[in-house]
């Protein structure tokens, strides 16, 4: 694969954060939290990843970033919780840690345990190809949409950029962001007058994307949204608005209303060949 062609499979991630509303019993991380909030930012990942101008649309997913398991895929079966980022910031660990924090620091708090493995987690879903002719990551950019208590706790400690140290052995691991993929935070980067104000900006980018897209399939869009967390799409597994049966039955009937002339198949050409391999010994 080509510098170029690998850069058009590369696709935009979309990291969102969790919210403190969230459903009476499990459900998948994309329907547990039932904020407004939530939702618009759903809104915006499924759309951003959607129409993300790349050749293939199976490069682009999003997720949820959740303090009390770090990184959710959108299909993941969850319990409800009540975990925030507060609970995590002054709760010191007992036991010594078995890495440094990419900032150098120790690993003291259930924050500083929970920022690493975000850490982990990042670096396993940017980095997992979708292809197995891709050589490398297929994320090229990294859009993270959570409140400043999330981003600031893991840019501190160098979640994105930095490398974690194994105390044991002074080796530096990985970074999460792989090579070349940029990261972005639109809620720090724009001056945003509260919550209203950010989902509409969200909303408005929403309807953006969605005209500026060329058509395409929704059951082909929506078959990619939660990324690589499947064994494979849902259009290949039993898609409840496919008829499979019907779809098999018209291809059928189709095929019997061909004109015999015009039907040339594998045992005919078997009985042509062995009848001239009868006229070939008879003479």
């Not at 990843?49 to 398991?69: C, G, I, P």
């Not at 509409?200 to 953006?208: A, F, H």
Request: hydrophobic share 35%.
């Amino acid at each position: 694969m080509t510098t170029t062609q690998t850069e058009r499979t590369r696709g935009r991630f979309v990291l969102i954060g969790c919210g403190d509303a969230k459903t009476d019993d499990p459900a998948e991380a994309r329907d547990l939290y039932t904020s407004s909030y939530f939702a618009v930012k759903r809104s915006y990942a499924e759309a951003a990843v959607q129409w993300a101008r790349t050749a293939d649309r199976r490069a682009n997913t999003w997720a949820v970033l959740s303090a009390e398991h770090g990184i959710l895929m959108p299909r993941q079966t969850v319990a409800p919780y009540d975990t925030t980022i507060e609970d995590l910031r002054d709760d010191p660990i007992e036991g010594e840690a078995n890495y440094r924090l990419p900032s150098g620091d120790c690993v003291e708090s259930r924050l500083d345990r929970w920022a690493l493995r975000v850490h982990s987690s990042l670096g396993d879903w940017l980095r997992r190809p979708y292809a197995a002719d891709q050589q490398e990551s297929p994320c090229r950019e990294l859009v993270v949409l959570a409140g400043s208590d999330y981003v600031d706790a893991l840019r501190k400690r160098g979640i994105f950029d930095g490398r974690p140290t194994a105390i044991r052995t002074g080796r530096e691991t990985y970074t999460a962001l792989p090579p070349k993929a940029t990261v972005r935070f639109p809620f720090q980067e724009r001056d945003f007058d509260g919550m209203f104000d950010q989902m509409s900006w969200l909303s408005d980018r929403v309807e953006e994307l969605s005209s500026a897209a060329a058509p395409a399939r929704r059951s082909e869009l929506s078959a990619f949204d939660g990324g690589f967390e499947r064994d494979s799409a849902t259009w290949q597994t039993g898609h409840s608005g496919v008829d499979v049966e019907g779809t098999e039955q018209a291809g059928l009937d189709a095929f019997e209303n061909v004109p015999e002339r015009y039907l040339a198949t594998k045992q005919t050409r078997l009985a042509t060949v062995e009848m001239a391999e009868l006229c070939s010994l008879a003479s």
